[in-house]
């Protein structure tokens, strides 16, 4: 179904990824194609994302997911060891793996779909070029000030009081316990904080962490596809993501759980296989550029 793959960041890091190769069927039909690439959202492993890649193969595309450092199976230490932080993911990681990818495949560009996270780092990539266009899924600011629902109230506890305290005495930020994805190295879940506590997550680190950035220069188009039920990437906090992005074309697709006939959609549930019927709404928009 897949093939395990890893390469190595300008740092010496090596990440582990799995190479989905379009269907046989579909190779002479649908080889214009360009790959996907699918970037994880904050402490989600590879995995969540494979009944999606493999239906992506189905459709024509060959496709990669991989782990950022300090995550699944690119973390090779327990996790109070981790010297990871999220400007890595962009600046090392995300690098990374988009040239892998485009190598492997003999393809000067690629398509990004990106879950919060994995659609929210590209401004500290310098070969963004190689990108022809980001579909962003629950991608946003994260901004604490435009969250909505308990979350409103969640994300402030968390970064506030639980990311402090376990990252004091375990050596980590706990997410896991609160259903947030796999705990967090300290160092992610301090950045995080710093992203989302002001507008504009990752511009927040430039002349901090960051001190290349390119979120000007991207001229590739973004498309933000969210859920009303979102209370992560509410439409202030997509808005507040894509105005980072001055000079990329950009949309926001906004998706009703009800208009098709689900209960929920919210921050996760897009990737899931029992939403399935959206996913053809996702690769619809890698044709728009």
Known sequence: MFEKVQFTCADGYVLQGRFFPKQPALKQQDSTHLPILIGSATGIKQGFYQAFAKWLTEQ???????????????????????????HQWGQLDLVSAIDFLTDKTNSAQIHLIGHSAGGQLLGLA?????????????G?????KGLSGKTKFLGPIMFNVIFPV???????????????????????GAEWREYCTKGGYATNAIGKTVFEDFHSEI??????????????????NVKDLLRT?????????????????????????????????????????????
């Open 60 to 86: 024509g595309y060959d496709v990669m997911t991989f782990d950022f450092r300090g995550i699944g199976d690119s973390l090779y230490e327990p996790v109070c060891k981790s010297k990871a932080f999220i």
């Open 126 to 138: 310098p070969n963004h070029a190689k990108v022809k266009n980001v579909v962003a899924i629950a």
């Open 140 to 144: 946003s600011s994260g901004n604490t």
């Open 166 to 188: 376990s990252s004091f005495f375990k050596g980590y930020a706990a997410t896991n316990f609160i259903g947030m994805g796999e705990n967090l190295p300290k160092g992610v």
């Open 219 to 236: 001229h590739s188009p973004i498309t933000a596809i969210h859920a009303t039920d979102d209370e992560i990437a509410t439409l202030h």
């Open 245 to 289: 992005f001055p000079n990329s074309p950009s949309q926001i697709v906004t998706l009703a759980p009800k208009a098709y006939g689900l209960r929920s959609i919210g921050h996760m549930e897009m990737f899931k296989s029992s939403h399935q019927q959206l996913w053809t709404v996702i690769a619809d928009q890698l044709k728009v550029a």
